[in-house]
C-alpha cells in the first residue's frame, strides 16, 4: 500500500480557485490510480475525478469543467485544481489510491488519506 497526505484545503469565497495536493510515499507511485473524493456531513463519500498511471482522467459530472486531476510522478503527488467553487463544494476531500481500479465506488480503493478540509462561504 501507498501512505497519502492531502494539503491544501481551506476556506475560500464562493467563485474562488484552490488546489489540493496529495503526496504519496513510496516508489511505485506511477503504477498507481489516483482518485479524488469527498464527503460532506451526513452524506457519502463522493467520487469527483481519477487519474491513471498514463493520465487518463475521469470525472464525476458534478465537477467536469470546474475541477482538474492532474499527477507529477517525480514528485509522487496528485493534484486537485477546482475553480468556481460553490458553497456546496464544502466538505472534506481525500485523496485515494488503488493498483487496478479506476471506477467511481470508493470501496474498491485500496489507500487512503486523512482528508482536508474546503469550505466555500456564499
Known amino acids: 500500500q501507498v501512505q497519502l497526505v492531502e494539503s491544501g484545503g481551506t476556506s475560500v469565497q464562493a467563485g474562488g480557485s484552490l488546489r489540493l495536493s496529495c503526496a504519496a510515499s513510496?516508489?511505485?507511485?506511477?503504477?498507481?490510480?489516483m482518485g479524488w473524493f469527498r464527503q460532506a456531513p451526513g452524506k457519502e463519500r463522493e467520487f469527483l475525478a481519477a487519474?491513471?498511471?498514463?493520465?487518463?482522467?475521469y470525472y464525476a459530472d458534478s465537477v467536469k469543467g470546474r475541477f482538474t486531476i492532474s499527477r507529477d510522478n517525480a514528485k509522487n503527488t496528485v493534484y486537485l485544481q477546482m475553480n468556481s467553487l460553490k458553497p456546496e463544494d464544502t466538505a472534506v476531500y481525500y485523496c485515494?489510491?488503488?493498483?487496478?481500479?479506476?471506477?467511481?465506488?470508493?470501496?474498491?480503493?485500496?489507500?487512503w488519506g486523512h482528508g482536508t478540509q474546503v469550505t466555500v462561504s456564499s
Open positions: 513510496g516508489r511505485t507511485f506511477s503504477r498507481y490510480v
Open positions: 485515494a489510491a488503488s493498483l487496478d481500479y479506476s471506477g467511481t465506488d470508493y470501496r474498491r480503493y485500496d489507500s
Open positions: 487519474i491513471s498511471w498514463t493520465a487518463r482522467t
